[in-house]
C-alpha cells in the first residue's frame, strides 16, 4: 500500500520559531515510516521556504504532498496566512481555517467571540498605538474599570511572550508604554489568582464529536508571579495530569474549552489556558495549534489517556484528508 506523503511546516517568523522547530521534530519522528513519507519544510525567520535543504516558493515545497502536518507557532503559521497558501495551492492541513486561525490568535478578537459565547474571562481592555489617548489617559481608563495589580499583553503573541505585570496604577502607564512600542497594540486584564490549568481538543475522538483530554495542572518556578515566556523556551513548566482538581473544577474547565473550541469555529485540535479560581474557571487564551514539543501540555494529556502522539497525529491527518 501506497505511504501517505505528510509535509511537516516549522520554523517560522514567530519569537517562538524554536518551539515550532522542536515541534515539527516531534511530528517527524512519531510518524511510522511503514505508513508515512514524511518531507521536512522549513520556514525561516525571513519568512523563506525550503524543502531538502533548498529554498523553493510554497507552492513547489509543497508538491506532490497529500496533507500538511503545521507545527508552526504564531506569526504566519497561525494568523491564516499559510492556511490560505495551501488553500490556494488545494493541499489539506491539519488545524483551523484562515479565519478561525486568525481570530484566535487575535487575542482582541477572540475576547470578543467567546465572552458573547457566555465564556468567563479576566476584565480585559484593548488599545492600539494608533490611539489618540496617551498611556497616562488609557492607565486612568482602565482604573476606572477595575483595579491593580494588571497584566499587560500584546494581542496576536503566543507563549507569554511580550507579557508583563504592572502591580500599581503607577507601574501601568509605563508598562503600557513598552507593550505599545514593541507589539503595537496592547490588552489589560485584571490579574486573577488561583491555579493556572489547560485543556486540550481532540474532533471526531474515540467517538466524541469533541474529546476532552483530562485538564493539565501547570506549575512553574516559585519565585514567578505569572507565566514568562522563558518558562516555554526552557522548559520550565510541569504539567500534572491528573490535576489535583475537583471532579467539579475539571467539569467546568472541559466545558468551558469545548465552549471555546466550538465559538471560534476550531478544527482538528486545539488547547484551551486558563486559570482556576474558588469562583470557577476564566478562560485566558485559545490556541489553535498548541505546541506538541517535550515540554508541552499536550503529550502528557495524551499519555493519561492511553494514547500516543503517533496515534494523536495518524487521526488529525486523517481528519484533514476526509
Avoid at 522549513?42 to 524543502?51: C, P, Q, V, Y
Avoid at 495551501?86 to 491539519?94: A, F, I, N, R, S
Avoid at 475539571?250 to 488547547?271: C, E, F, P
Wanted: no cysteine; proline share 6%.
Amino acid at each position: 500500500m501506497a505511504r501517505t506523503i505528510v509535509g511537516v511546516l516549522r520554523g517560522g517568523t514567530s519569537p517562538e520559531y524554536d518551539l515550532s522547530i522542536k515541534t515539527g521534530a516531534v511530528m517527524l519522528n512519531a510518524l511510522s515510516e511503514d505508513t508515512y513519507d514524511t518531507r521536512d519544510i522549513l520556514i525561516d525567520k525571513r519568512g523563506m521556504w525550503h524543502s531538502r535543504g533548498f529554498p523553493v516558493d510554497p507552492a513547489r515545497a509543497v508538491q506532490q504532498v497529500d496533507v500538511v502536518l503545521n507545527g508552526l507557532h504564531g506569526g504566519v503559521g497561525e494568523d491564516g496566512t499559510v492556511q490560505r497558501i495551501l488553500e490556494q495551492v488545494g493541499v489539506p492541513y491539519v488545524g483551523s481555517s484562515p479565519r478561525a486561525s486568525a481570530l484566535s490568535l487575535n487575542k482582541i478578537r477572540a475576547a470578543e467571540i467567546l465572552q458573547h459565547a457566555g465564556i468567563v474571562m479576566p476584565q480585559t481592555v484593548s488599545f492600539h498605538a494608533s490611539h489618540d489617548m496617551g498611556v497616562d489617559e488609557m492607565a486612568r481608563s482602565v482604573f476606572a474599570q477595575f483595579g491593580p495589580p494588571y497584566i499587560v499583553k500584546p494581542a496576536r503573541e503566543g507563549a507569554s511572550h511580550g507579557i508583563q505585570l504592572a502591580h500599581t496604577i503607577i507601574e501601568l502607564p509605563s508598562v503600557l508604554a513598552d507593550v505599545l512600542d514593541a507589539f503595537g497594540d496592547a490588552l489589560v486584564q485584571e490579574f486573577v489568582r488561583g491555579s493556572e490549568a489547560t485543556v486540550g481538543m481532540i474532533d471526531d475522538f474515540r467517538g466524541e464529536e469533541i474529546y476532552a483530554l483530562p485538564p493539565a495542572q501547570i506549575t512553574f518556578p516559585a519565585e514567578a508571579s505569572f507565566l514568562h515566556f522563558d518558562h516555554h523556551t526552557e522548559g520550565l513548566l510541569k504539567h500534572l495530569v491528573p490535576a489535583e482538581f475537583s471532579h467539579e473544577e475539571k467539569a467546568a474547565l472541559v466545558d468551558a474549552a469545548k465552549q471555546a473550541h466550538r465559538a471560534l469555529g476550531l478544527s482538528h485540535y486545539s488547547r484551551a489556558d486558563f486559570i482556576l479560581t474558588r469562583r470557577g474557571p476564566y478562560l485566558l487564551e485559545v490556541n489553535a495549534l498548541p505546541g506538541l514539543h517535550e515540554h508541552a501540555a499536550f503529550p502528557p494529556m495524551l499519555e493519561s489517556v492511553g494514547s500516543s502522539m503517533a496515534d494523536f497525529l495518524g487521526h488529525v491527518v486523517g481528519l484533514a484528508r476526509r
